[in-house]
């Protein structure tokens, strides 16, 4: 059969290798997160808040997780059950919800620590290269927003 359409040919595509890394990457990160029963969203939102110089709001994390609160609001159900973050109303204004991580998710900011070197060792990147990965991967997606 005539290839009519070469630009059809899933060997040329940017989106399957990106989609394939993205499946790999969340299995490895499944695996390293394992012991400390997280999984990869709710690490990358225990990442946020980590990070956060204060507490944010639901809304605040969700616009930088880039995800919707019906998305985020089980997670973070989960979270506070399991005792490793606590939600509470602002006092000005109780449509906003603060964030606050608790001692025990503070620990398991120590627990997991080793992660990220671990996922690029598992990579078998090196750290300028993950860094340039990082660059065009941030161009990608502004470029989509």
């Not at 078998?124 to 993950?130: G, I, L």
């Amino acid at each position: 059969m005539a290839r009519t359409h070469p630009q059809l040919d899933l060997d040329v595509q940017l989106c399957f290798p990106l989609y394939s890394a993205t499946r790999a990457v969340t299995r490895a990160y499944a695996e390293l997160l394992h012991d400390a029963e997280l999984t990869y969203p709710q690490y990358l939102t225990l990442l946020a808040l980590w990070g956060a110089s204060e507490p944010l709001t639901v809304g605040e994390l969700g616009t930088r997780l880039q995800l919707d609160s019906g998305t985020l609001t089980p997670l973070l159900k989960r979270l506070e059950r399991r005792g490793i973050v606590s939600r509470r109303r602002d006092d000005q204004d109780e449509r906003r919800v603060f964030l606050d991580v608790t001692d025990a998710g503070w620990a398991l900011r120590e627990q997991v620590a080793h992660v990220p070197a671990a996922l690029t060792r598992a990579m078998t990147v090196t750290r300028a290269e993950a860094d340039q990965l990082r660059t065009l991967l941030d161009k990608v997606m502004a470029g989509l927003a």
